[in-house]
């Protein structure tokens, strides 16, 4: 004969584990690639004149090339 007094609860645990595997991986994929964007565009009127380069105001004088003896 056929014992039918043994639970017939399903298993949720591997559903639940399923679950949250997935919302792991959606979170992990959300600050990989929307959640940690940077703007990289620069406003020209917000770049202050620190960064600029100094001004060079005296150059030494450049020495004619003189060819090698061969």
């Not at 609860?9 to 990989?32: D, H, M, N, R």
């Not at 060079?56 to 004619?64: H, S």
Request: charged share 10%; no cysteine.
């Amino acid at each position: 004969m056929v014992d039918y007094t043994q639970s017939k609860t399903s298993s949720t645990g591997g559903i639940g584990f399923i679950v949250a595997a997935v919302i792991v991986v959606l979170v992990l994929l959300y600050a990989l690639f929307a959640g940690g964007s940077v703007e990289t565009t620069t406003d020209p009127a917000a770049v202050g004149a620190s960064e600029t380069a100094p001004v060079l105001e005296e150059a030494a004088p450049v020495a004619p090339a003189v060819p090698g003896t061969e």
